[in-house]
């Protein structure tokens, strides 16, 4: 049964601090994504990997980082958290190639900044 | 970049009746176009895709239809039920090395009994 793991369900975190959030795939995928979703705006792509030390920015990446430093596992970093941060983010993994290429997404972390 | 519309963004539908959602894409070098469905307090989960080979897929009664001329691909779903309520996202890549995923807005499906 394929997994992607996110570290924490609910975070709270004060305005200006330095948040990671986490996450593990056990399915050796070598894509990586970071998503934000808010109502009405759907899922909004903040990065993406595509291997390891490896990275993109996606459509919103202002105000945040990512690091892939083992294939399996991607952090989502918001260098001084505002208020505007707060939402859900969602990561997802996927095959490259193939006839496969479904993403699978972990269950979520929602963040709220005050 | 990749940008993709949806439509409507919300969708209500009594039950047996069908459902319509419409999506359209900036890339013609996409070539990849999933929907995933998400119900409330869970992650998405595909339920269909198609890719540019393709002009229509069929799975019992969710059938996916595109249009890459005109760049549009659509989500049919025949006699709804209760349990087909949730948030529906359509998405677009180009495959390829890195297979980049860009979604649309999302749709709120409610069926009503």
């Known amino acids: 049964d394929v997994k992607v793991t996110q570290s924490s369900r609910y975070l709270v975190k004060r305005t200006g601090e330095k948040v990671f959030l986490e996450c593990v795939q056990d399915?050796?995928?070598?894509?990586m994504f970071w998503y934000r979703q808010d109502p009405g705006l759907g899922l909004r792509l903040i990065y993406f990997s595509y291997d390891v030390k490896m990275k993109e920015k996606g459509d919103i990446p202002e105000g945040y980082s990512v690091s892939r430093e083992k294939k399996e596992r991607f952090s989502l970093i918001l260098e001084s958290a505002s208020t505007n941060q707060t939402s859900m983010y969602l990561c997802?993994?996927?095959?490259?190639?193939?006839?496969?290429?479904?993403?699978?997404f972990g269950q979520g972390t929602r963040l709220t900044v005050v | 970049g990749e940008n993709v519309e949806q439509h409507p963004s919300t969708l209500s539908v009594q039950e047996g009746d069908s459902a319509v959602i419409k999506c359209t894409y900036s890339?013609?070098?996409?070539?990849?176009f999933p929907w995933y469905k998400q119900e409330l307090g869970k992650r998405p989960q595909l339920i269909i895709d198609i890719r540019s080979n393709v002009g229509e897929k069929k799975d019992q009664r969710i059938a996916v239809t595109l249009n890459k001329t005109a760049k549009h691909f659509s989500l049919h779903i025949t006699e709804t039920q209760p349990e087909d309520s949730a948030v529906y996202f359509c998405?677009?890549?180009?495959?390829?090395?890195?297979?980049?995923?860009?979604f649309g807005t999302g749709t709120l499906l409610a069926v009503q009994p």
């Open positions: 998405a677009a890549s180009q495959g390829g090395a890195t297979n980049k995923l860009i």
């Open positions: 997802a993994s996927s095959l490259p190639r193939g006839m496969n290429t479904e993403a699978f």
């Open positions: 399915m050796d995928h070598e894509n």
């Open positions: 890339d013609s070098a996409s070539n990849y």
